[in-house]
């Protein structure tokens, strides 16, 4: 097992957190909840950030905790299937479509929410669970996933991820059609 320092991770891979934290802020302004500061990039822990106030609504706690994943798996399959198809089916190497692939990866790598998301998102979802939320209910799942997502990104998962979605989808969908 290779062992990789975060930081240089998250420099090689500096698309996938701008994308991320431009995510987080995206579905606040989208819900209109104050933001008070945001960090798209630096060198260190966190590599990103946006500090907002607390949202008045579950729903919106839920889209600014999971909006990254939302976002940074489509962006993953909207840059990586086009590259792909010359690349994979013509043999074509273009040097444009192995940086479309390496931007799609590195976006789809940081789709996971972080574990701060999910100390947030589990903490509302305890709240509105006493108010009979269902989406309070049904996120408890979804922040269980989300912490064991974060304790395998030691093996890698976040990578295997964007993998998937920026290679095996295509794939199989290219499979499908041709």
Same mark, same amino acid.
């Given at each position: 097992?290779? =062992?990789?320092?975060? /930081? %240089?991770?998250? #420099?090689?891979? $500096? *698309?996938?957190?701008?994308?991320?934290?431009?995510?987080?802020?995206?579905?606040?302004?989208?819900?209109?909840?104050?933001?008070?500061?945001?960090?798209?990039?630096?060198?260190?822990?966190?590599?990103?950030?946006?500090?907002?106030?607390?949202?008045?609504?579950?729903?919106?706690?839920?889209?600014?905790?999971?909006?990254?994943? =939302?976002?940074?798996? /489509? %962006?993953?399959? #909207?840059?990586? $299937? *086009?590259?792909?198809?010359?690349?994979?089916?013509?043999?074509?190497?273009?040097?444009?479509?192995?940086?479309?692939?390496?931007l799609?990866?590195?976006?789809?790598?940081?789709?996971?929410?972080?574990?701060?998301?999910a100390?947030?998102?589990?903490?509302?979802a305890?709240?509105?669970a006493?108010?009979?939320?269902?989406?309070?209910?049904?996120?408890?799942? %979804?922040?269980?996933?989300?912490?064991?997502?974060?304790?395998?990104?030691?093996?890698?998962?976040?990578?295997?991820?964007?993998?998937?979605?920026?290679?095996?989808?295509?794939?199989?969908?290219?499979?499908?059609?041709?």
């Amino acid at each position: 097992m290779i =062992i990789i320092p975060g /930081f %240089l991770i998250a #420099l090689v891979t $500096f *698309p996938g957190v701008i994308v991320h934290e431009a995510a987080h802020l995206f579905f606040c302004k989208l819900r209109r909840v104050a933001v008070f500061d945001v960090c798209y990039f630096r060198i260190g822990n966190p590599s990103g950030y946006v500090i907002h106030e607390i949202p008045d609504s579950f729903t919106s706690s839920f889209l600014i905790a999971v909006g990254p994943f =939302i976002v940074n798996s /489509f %962006l993953c399959v #909207l840059f990586c $299937f *086009p590259a792909l198809v010359p690349v994979r089916t013509f043999d074509h190497k273009d040097p444009i479509c192995y940086f479309l692939i390496w931007l799609g990866v590195s976006i789809g790598m940081h789709a996971f929410p972080s574990t701060q998301d999910a100390k947030v998102l589990w903490q509302q979802a305890n709240e509105a669970a006493g108010h009979s939320n269902p989406l309070a209910l049904l996120s408890f799942p %979804l922040v269980i996933v989300i912490y064991i997502a974060n304790l395998l990104r030691f093996f890698w998962l976040d990578y295997l991820y964007g993998i998937g979605l920026g290679f095996v989808l295509p794939e199989l969908i290219l499979q499908k059609v041709l």
